[in-house]
C-alpha cells in the first residue's frame, strides 16, 4: 500500500492482454482452483455433447418398437435393456436429453430475464411498481408451486410450450426477489452516483451498471433452478401431463417404467431416472463455479 | 523509560512473527517484533495500513484468523506464555485479563440484544457476579463511561445509539471486569472530532483510575501523541522505532517516523510542507481565472427536508390536514463560490455537508431554494434529467470511498473513460485511450494500471482514479467529498498536492466537504462551517481558524488532537490554547 511515488512512471511497459485471453486464464483459474467445479464443468459439457449430437449416435431408432425383444434386461446389444414394447432404453435415454435440456434450459432462461427485469425495476424505482409486483409474486408463491405449473399446463392445453411458459411462471418469484434485494443494495452506490455524474441515464446505469454486478448472487439461483426445472418438467410429464407418449422423454419413461418395477422389470425406470438425477446433480454442483467465473473479485 | 526497569513489563512480545496463507503461498505480516507494556503505561502502535500493527494485536489476543499463525516469538502476560496458551485459558482472560476495543462500535455489538444484556454476559461469562445482581452492576458500568440516565439506556439497543455512545457502551463492556490490559485498536476513526475527544479523554481517565495498562493502536499520529506514554512506530510488519512520545516528536530517530510525522498536517505551513523533499515539485503554471465579477456558483436559502414515511392509516387520519414537517437536512443556506477559489465546507457528521453537496451537483432534488451556475438555475432541471445537461459536464465530484466509488466490474481505463464517452462527444478507441492515458499521467497514475480492477489496485491508486474521472470533462466546479478520508497520512499528502496542483493547472473552483480542519486549512481559501443544516460562520480560512467568532467553531478547533511536543502551525494552536 506505499504510494507515495508521486512523478508517475510514464516509461512503464504498457500490457494489455485481449479479454479473451484474460477471461480464458479466468476460466482456467476457476476451473483449477476446485475440482468439484471442473468435475460439474465436465459433466456438463458431457449432457450438452448429447443434447447435440445424441440422436445421431445412438444405435438403434429410439420409436423403433420390437416386439418379439419386449421387455429384455440389459445386455450387450441393448445395455439398458427394452421396454414393453421392445424399444431400446439406452437410446430413448440418450435422445430425451436434448428435449429436456430444452425444456428446462428455456424455462430457466425466460424466468431469468423476466424476473431480472421485473425485480430490477422495483429495486431500482420502487413506488407502486415495487408494490403492485411483490403483492404479484406473493400470489405466486401462496401456490403449491406444483401444482399451480399442473394448474396452468391443464387449463391452457398440453403442449412443450406450456411446459416451459408454467416452468418460468412458478421459477419467477425466486429470480424477482434476489434481483430486487440486489439492485437496491447498490442504487445508491458510489459507482451508481459516479455513472449519474457521467452523464449515464437511469435506465443505462440500471442495465449497464447495476445488474452485470447483480450477476454472482443470481447465477447461484440460476443453477439451483435449473435442476429443479428439469424436476418440474419430468414431473408435469410423470403425472401425463405435458410431453406425450411415445416421444422420449425421462419423466414419462421413469413413469412407465414405474408399472414394471413390481414385476421385477427395473431397468425401464432406473436408467432414466439415473440420467435425472445426474442432470439435477450437475446444476446443483455448477453454482459455485457459475459465480466464481463471473465475480470479478476472484480475478487476479 | 526508567520505570521499566523497576517494574517487570506487564506485556512482553520478543521477536513475534506472523504468517497468513494465501493464494500465492505464505505472506509474513508481522516480523520480529520487540515490544513492552508496563503497568499504568499506554503505549501507542502507530502505521499505516498494512503495517502489521492490527495483526500485532491480535496476536496477543490470539484472535488471528484462521489463515494466520504465530510463525515464531513469545508473548508474554503477566508471567503466562500467551503464545501456545490453550483456547481455554485465552477465552478465560479474554474479557477478564486483556480487553480489546474494536475499530467500527457498531458492528462489535450484537444488533438484537440490549445493551445492557450485553454488558451483564461479560460479567457473568468471568464469574464477577451472580445474576442477581448483574443488572445494577451493568448499569454502574454504564454510568462509569458517562451515559446519562443509565437505567432508561440499559434497555436500549445499539441502532437507537451514536456512534459515539455506543463506542462508550463498548468502552464498559471492555472495562467491565476490570482488566489488566486494554487494548484499543483504532478506537475513534470514523467518529467525529467532538465525539474523538469525548471518547479518548474517557478511556484515558478510566485507565488511568484502574491502574489499567492501554496499548493504542491508531494511524493518527497526533492522537497518539496526545495520549500516549511512548509510541512504537511499525512500518510493513517491523518496529522501525520505538521512543517515548516526548523524543519521538523531538527527535524521531528513523527516516519513515519523520516521514511520518511530516505528513501530518498540523505543523504544515503549506500544502508542500506534507511531502518529503525529494517529492517536492514546483507548482504548475497556474491559469489566471476569468476576471469576471460573478461568481461561479450562488447558492441561496437552500431546503431539503426530508418528509417521514406515512402510512395509509396515519393519511386518512391527517386528511385535510396540513402535512407534518419532515426532518430539514439542509435549513435554508446561502453561500457562493468564485471563480478558481476553493470553498471549505465544514462539520461533523450528520450536519447536512453531504445532503448539500448532492444538491448542487444535481444527485439529489432540493425542497426549496435557488443553486445559480454561471447565472443559470440549475434547480428548474430535476436531478434525474441532469444527465442530459449540458451542464453536466461542468459540475464533477471525487467521491469519499474511492473504492466505493469505482464500479467492481469496470478496469481503470473504463472508468475514466466512462464521463468521456457520454459527456465530451469524444469518439473512436485510440482518441478515447489517448485521452485517458494522458489523464492518468496528469494524476501520476502508472498507465500499466490502467487495465486492472479496482480491486487490484492500492487505495491511493484508486483515489487517483477516482479524480482522472472527476477532471476528465475539464469541470468548472469540482466537489471534493472528503476525498482522503479513507486514506494513508502518507498518501493523502500526495492526493492533496496533486489536488492543489490541479486546481491551479486547469483554474478548477473547488468545494471541499471534510471534517477535518487541518486539511481544509492548507487547501481552502475560505471556510464555511456547518451545524445541524444552518451556517454557522462563513469567512477566509486564516480569520476562522485563527479567530473564529462561534463558540461551536472554537470547540471544533478544540478537539483536534494535539499532542504537545509536536510543533504546531501557530494560528490554529493559539485557538486551541485559548
Known amino acids: 500500500m506505499t504510494d507515495t511515488t508521486y512523478t508517475p512512471e510514464l516509461s512503464a511497459p504498457v500490457n494489455r492482454r485481449s479479454a479473451w485471453s484474460r477471461g480464458f486464464a479466468h476460466f482456467r483459474y476457476v476451473m483449477t482452483s476446485n475440482p468439484v467445479t471442473f468435475l460439474a464443468f465436465v459433466l456438463l459439457a458431457g449432457m450438452i455433447v448429447v443434447a447435440l449430437f445424441g440422436p445421431s449416435l445412438v444405435p438403434y431408432d429410439p420409436l423403433a418398437t420390437l416386439s418379439d425383444k419386449a421387455l429384455k434386461p440389459p445386455s450387450r446389444e441393448h445395455w439398458f435393456g427394452t421396454d414393453q414394447l421392445g424399444r431400446d432404453v439406452f437410446s430413448r435415454v440418450v435422445v430425451a436429453t436434448r428435449l429436456d435440456l430444452l425444456i428446462s434450459v428455456s424455462a430457466v432462461a425466460l424466468s431469468f430475464v423476466c424476473g431480472a427485469a421485473m425485480g430490477a425495476c422495483a429495486g431500482y424505482w420502487g413506488g407502486w411498481f415495487d408494490k403492485l409486483s411483490g403483492r404479484f409474486l406473493d ?19 398440453n403442449t412443450i410450450q406450456n411446459i416451459v411458459i408454467a416452468t418460468a411462471i412458478i421459477n419467477l418469484p425466486f429470480y424477482a426477489r434476489v434481483a430486487r434485494a440486489e439492485v437496491s443494495i447498490r442504487r445508491n452506490a458510489g459507482y451508481v452516483q459516479a455513472a449519474r455524474l457521467s452523464g449515464n ?9 447495476i445488474l452485470p454486478n447483480t450477476l454472482p448472487p443470481m447465477m447461484v439461483q440460476l443453477s439451483l433452478n435449473m435442476g429443479w426445472a428439469i424436476l418440474n418438467a419430468a414431473g408435469l410429464s410423470f403425472i401425463g401431463l405435458g410431453v406425450r407418449a411415445p416421444t422420449a422423454e425421462w419423466g414419462i419413461m421413469v413413469a412407465e417404467g414405474a408399472n414394471f418395477i413390481i414385476s421385477g422389470e427395473w431397468w425401464m425406470a432406473l436408467f432414466p431416472g439415473a440420467a435425472l438425477m445426474l442432470a439435477v446433480f450437475t446444476f446443483n454442483l455448477l453454482g459455485d463455479g457459475l459465480r466464481d467465473l463471473v465475480d470479478p473479485q476472484r480475478r487476479t | 523509560m526508567t520505570s521499566q526497569l523497576h517494574n517487570p513489563p506487564l506485556l512482553h512480545v520478543r521477536n513475534l512473527q506472523v504468517e497468513f496463507a494465501t493464494r500465492k503461498g505464505p505472506v509474513t505480516a508481522v516480523r520480529s517484533v520487540n515490544l513492552q507494556v508496563a503497568k499504568g503505561e499506554t503505549l501507542g502502535i502507530v502505521g499505516e495500513s498494512g503495517s502489521g500493527k492490527s495483526v500485532t494485536s491480535y496476536a496477543v489476543m ?32 479474554r474479557g477478564r485479563e486483556i480487553s480489546m476495543i474494536f475499530q467500527n462500535p457498531r458492528a462489535a455489538l450484537n444488533p438484537i440484544r440490549p445493551i445492557g444484556k450485553q454488558i451483564e454476559d461479560v460479567l457473568i461469562r468471568h464469574a464477577q457476579t451472580s445474576r442477581d445482581h448483574a443488572k445494577a452492576r451493568a448499569i454502574e458500568a454504564l454510568e462509569r463511561v458517562r451515559i446519562r440516565d443509565a ?11 451514536s456512534g459515539g455512545m455506543c463506542q462508550r457502551v463498548v468502552i464498559a463492556i471492555a472495562l467491565a471486569c476490570k482488566p489488566q490490559l486494554l487494548i ?11 465525539t474523538q475527544k469525548a471518547v479518548m479523554e474517557l478511556v484515558r481517565d478510566l485507565t488511568r483510575s484502574q491502574g489499567m495498562a492501554t496499548l493504542l493502536i491508531t494511524h493518527d499520529l497526533g492522537l497518539a501523541g496526545e495520549y500516549c506514554d511512548r509510541i512504537v512506530v511499525m512500518e510493513q510488519g517491523e518496529v522501525v522505532e520505538q521512543q517515548d512520545t516526548c523524543g519521538l516528536f523531538t527527535a524521531p530517530a528513523h527516516e519513515y517516523t519523520r516521514r511520518l510525522i ?9 500544502i508542500r510542507d506534507l511531502l518529503p523533499d525529494e517529492l517536492r515539485l514546483p507548482p504548475p503554471p497556474a491559469v489566471e481565472p476569468a476576471a469576471t465579477d460573478e461568481p461561479l456558483l450562488v447558492v441561496t436559502d437552500l431546503v431539503k427536508a426530508f418528509d417521514p414515511p406515512v402510512g395509509l392509516l396515519q393519511r386518512l387520519k391527517n386528511r385535510g390536514r396540513k402535512p407534518e414537517q419532515g426532518v430539514r437536512a439542509v435549513d435554508g443556506i446561502s453561500f457562493s463560490i468564485a471563480r478558481g477559489e476553493s470553498v471549505g465546507l465544514v462539520g461533523e457528521s450528520g450536519c447536512g455537508k453531504s445532503t448539500t453537496s448532492a444538491m448542487v451537483m444535481r444527485l439529489l432534488d432540493a425542497t426549496s431554494g435557488s443553486i445559480r451556475f454561471k447565472g443559470q438555475e440549475l434547480t428548474e432541471v430535476p436531478a434525474g434529467e441532469f444527465a442530459r445537461s449540458p451542464l453536466r459536464r461542468e459540475l464533477q465530484m ?3 470511498d474511492p473504492h466505493e466509488s469505482l464500479n467492481p466490474r469496470s478496469t481503470a481505463a473504463q472508468s475514466i473513460a466512462d464521463p468521456l464517452l457520454r459527456l465530451t462527444g469524444l469518439r473512436g478507441g485510440n482518441v478515447i485511450r489517448e485521452r485517458v492515458e494522458q489523464l492518468a499521467a496528469q494524476v501520476g497514475l502508472p498507465l500499466d494500471l490502467l487495465d486492472r480492477l479496482p480491486h487490484q489496485l492500492s487505495g491511493g491508486q484508486k483515489a487517483r482514479v477516482g479524480i482522472a474521472r472527476a477532471i476528465s470533462t475539464k469541470p468548472e466546479l469540482l466537489i471534493l467529498d472528503e476525498p482522503t478520508a479513507a486514506l494513508d497520512v502518507s498518501v493523502q499528502a500526495v492526493v492533496l498536492n496533486l489536488l492543489a496542483d490541479l486546481k491551479a493547472e486547469f483554474g478548477m473552483s473547488y468545494l471541499f466537504v471534510s471534517h477535518d480542519l487541518e486539511v481544509v486549512r492548507l487547501l481552502c481559501d475560505r471556510v464555511i462551517v456547518m451545524r445541524a443544516g444552518s451556517v454557522v460562520e462563513e469567512g477566509p480560512t486564516a480569520q476562522i481558524l485563527s479567530a473564529p467568532s462561534a463558540a461551536y467553531t472554537r470547540e471544533l478547533l478544540a478537539a483536534i488532537p494535539r499532542p504537545a511536543h509536536l510543533p504546531h502551525h501557530a494560528a490554529t494552536a493559539k485557538v486551541a490554547l485559548a
Open chain 1, 139 to 157: 400470489t405466486i408463491m401462496a401456490f403449491p408451486l406444483f401444482v399451480l405449473a399442473m394448474g396452468i399446463v391443464a387449463a391452457a392445453g
Open chain 1, 201 to 209: 441515464s437511469e435506465f443505462r446505469i440500471l442495465l449497464l451498471k
Open chain 2, 62 to 93: 490470539r484472535i488471528l484468523d484462521r489463515a494466520g499463525r504465530i510463525v515464531s516469538g513469545d508473548i508474554e502476560f503477566s508471567g503466562m506464555k500467551l503464545h501456545d496458551a490453550g483456547e481455554a485459558t485465552m477465552s478465560d482472560l
Open chain 2, 151 to 161: 437505567a432508561k439506556r440499559y434497555h436500549a439497543y445499539p441502532f437507537e445509539l
Open chain 2, 184 to 194: 484499543a485498536d483504532e478506537p475513534t476513526t470514523g467518529l467525529d472530532v467532538t
Open chain 2, 262 to 270: 511530516r505528513s501530518t498536517p498540523h505543523a504544515a505551513q503549506n
Open chain 2, 398 to 400: 471525487v467521491f469519499q
